[in-house]
């Protein structure tokens, strides 16, 4: 799975289908590698994938991330290898445990990240023993089905290898990324984050960091929005913990977030400026940096302009 250098992030809440065909053939045709997307209380997302693959040739596309307390592992490995196989094998599977907020939203009990995670982990492996789109159980009956292990011990069936990354952001998280998964999918993160991630994951580990960037040179305007998008991420303590490890302070996430907070977690300038951000990490060991592009004038709609800048 060749991932390229830079992809995309795309939030496609309130964005039309036909719109996100457009974007998502935008996207493949200036060559990035993937296109990533979250699960919230938006669409779901094994559908957004098999929309998306259905309407490109080459792009991967990317959960970032698939919320595990969302669906249990059985129809986790049934979604994977059925994407897999429709696809050619381009599908990646990023699982994270997600916030407190939205998973006690959806009825669950928010247990301990690290331990949840291993769980599902270990157990979505065994549910591939169990599961194959190949055979026709009427015809061929019930037999466990091999289950290999591919790069990095990425799971593999008959389908072919079914990657798998980690929304981790704490060192825990990313070892367990790097013992169990292929890497590791952090968001809303520092080049300094990405630094530490990849001491901890090792060489050879995926490292898909998110960087938002803004085309504009309007200080004032790209902090408003800025400020806007990131009110709700700044209030989670997952993210305010990481960040507070990575050298900024209390007084940072004061009045809706300090300027150098806002000025890293969304890169706005000319060509020059966002090409800076997102090299960055490209700098500090990442394989792969998912680029989430902001229009300032919308929001809400993503910034073409500066994907066409960023484009190799």
């Given at each position: ?6 992809g995309v992030?795309l939030f496609?809440?309130?964005?039309a289908?036909?719109?996100l ?7 493949e045709?200036l060559g ?5 997307f979250?699960?919230a209380?938006?669409?779901?997302p094994f ?7 259905n309407?490109t ?5 990317a ?5 595990i ?8 490995a049934?979604g994977?290898q059925t994407l897999?196989?429709m696809s050619?094998?381009?599908?990646l599977?990023?699982l994270?445990?997600s ?5 006690e ?10 331990g949840?995670?291993?769980s599902?982990?270990?157990a979505?492996r ?7 789109i ?10 466990p ?7 990095l011990?990425a ?5 072919g ?7 981790a952001?704490g060192?825990?998280?990313?070892a367990?990324?790097?013992e169990?998964t ?5 968001y809303?993160?520092?080049p ?5 991630c990849r001491e901890i994951l090792g ?17 004032r305007?790209?902090?408003?929005v ?5 009110a709700m991420y700044?209030?989670?303590?997952n993210y305010r913990n990481?960040?507070?490890?990575c050298?900024y302070?209390?007084?940072?996430f004061e ?5 150098r ?7 706005w ?9 997102v090299?960055?990490h490209?700098?500090?060991?990442a394989?792969?940096?998912c680029?989430?592009?902001i229009d300032?004038?919308h ?10 800048v960023?484009?190799?």
């Amino acid at each position: 799975m060749d991932l390229k250098r830079h992809g995309v992030f795309l939030f496609n809440e309130g964005m039309a289908a036909g719109a996100l065909k457009q974007h998502v053939q935008r996207i493949e045709q200036l060559g990035y590698g993937a296109v990533w997307f979250p699960e919230a209380i938006g669409r779901e997302p094994f559908a957004t994938a098999a929309f998306i693959l259905n309407h490109t040739d080459t792009l991967i596309a990317a959960t970032g991330i698939l919320n595990i307390y969302g669906r249990d592992p059985t129809v986790t490995a049934m979604g994977q290898q059925t994407l897999a196989e429709m696809s050619g094998g381009r599908f990646l599977l990023g699982l994270g445990v997600s916030h407190s907020f939205f998973v006690e939203a959806r009825g669950h009990t928010y247990g301990k990240p690290l331990g949840a995670m291993r769980s599902y982990l270990a157990a979505l492996r065994q549910c591939h023993t169990g599961i194959s789109i190949t055979r026709n159980l009427a015809v061929d009956g019930f037999a466990p089905q091999p289950v290999g292990r591919g790069k990095l011990g990425a799971i593999v069936t008959e389908v072919g290898e079914l990657p798998v990354v980690l929304a981790a952001l704490g060192p825990k998280m990313n070892a367990l990324a790097a013992e169990l998964t292929q890497g590791s999918h952090p968001y809303n993160t520092t080049p300094e984050h990405t630094r530490r991630c990849r001491e901890i994951l090792g060489p050879d580990a995926l490292l898909c960091p998110m960087q938002r960037v803004c085309l504009t040179t309007d200080a004032r305007k790209a902090r408003q929005v800025g400020r806007q998008i990131l009110a709700m991420y700044l209030g989670l303590p997952n993210y305010r913990n990481m960040l507070l490890d990575c050298g900024y302070s209390e007084l940072d996430f004061e009045d809706g977030g300090s300027d150098r907070l806002i000025d890293q977690l969304l890169g706005w300038g000319d060509e020059t400026a966002i090409r800076g951000y997102v090299q960055a990490h490209l700098d500090a060991g990442a394989t792969h940096v998912c680029v989430q592009p902001i229009d300032v004038d919308h929001p809400n709609r993503p910034g073409m302009a500066a994907l066409e800048v960023l484009a190799d």
